[in-house]
């Protein structure tokens, strides 16, 4: 599966802040939230990696398991606060 450059769609927007950025959602074009940068590219990037390259996919809860294996403890420790 080939990751889209999240910052040329117009689906997201992106606003890097000091240690914040700002995301808009894409079911609610106008509603934006501020999240920590660091904690949001980890979890992009474990996103990425729990998702299967080939059909048929998989579960949303065996995503969400895979995605915490890849989180960094540092910044998710056991997983928390990963959603």
Known sequence: M???NL???K???FRMTREKITVENINAPDHLIQVRADKY???YEALWKALPDTA???????????I????????F???KTSG
């Open 41 to 43: 590219q980890d979890m």
């Open 56 to 66: 048929p996919g998989s579960t949303f809860n065996k995503i969400v398991e895979t």
């Open 77 to 79: 420790p056991d997983g």
């Open 2 to 4: 080939r990751r889209p």
């Open 7 to 9: 910052a040329k769609t």
């Open 68 to 75: 915490k294996t890849h989180l960094s403890p540092k910044l």
């Open 11 to 13: 689906r997201y927007s």
